[in-house]
């Protein structure tokens, strides 16, 4: 069993920037890959961004170049770097976990955390 708790959320100005942490339990997590999905409000949750247990990380459109994503395995923690925030960046940030990047990728993932807001103001 793997559980994460996110934090790091909270309210920005639009421009802004914040870093979403989530920490995950167990011994084996450099072994997992991690996720980072949203859910805006009336939205179905979305892909956000991956990186997988090599480092290699995929991102969707709507955030590449802005988020980035990166992992402590000494601390069994994954990161969400948001920068040049926008007002539709507004959402519910959910951090997953799964033993294949595809998995999570696909929303398929094992693992979810309960997720942390993020509101960006304009």
């Known amino acids: 069993q793997v559980q994460l708790v996110e934090s790091g959320g909270g309210l920005v100005q639009a421009g802004g920037s914040l870093r979403l942490s989530c920490a995950a339990s167990?011994?084996?997590?450099?072994?997992?890959?991690m996720g980072w999905f949203r859910q805006a409000p009336g939205k179905e949750r979305e892909f956000v961004g991956a990186i997988g247990w090599n480092g290699y990380t995929y991102y969707a459109d709507s955030v590449k170049g802005r988020f980035t994503i990166s992992r402590d395995n000494a601390k069994n923690t994954v990161y969400l770097q948001m920068n040049s925030l926008k007002p539709e960046d507004t959402a519910v940030y959910y951090c997953?976990?799964?033993?294949?990047?595809?998995?999570?990728?696909?929303?398929?993932?094992?693992?979810w955390g309960q997720g942390t807001r993020v509101t960006v103001s304009s």
């Open positions: 167990g011994r084996t997590f450099s072994s997992y890959a």
């Open positions: 997953a976990a799964d033993t294949s990047t595809i998995a999570i990728m696909r929303g398929t993932n094992d693992y």
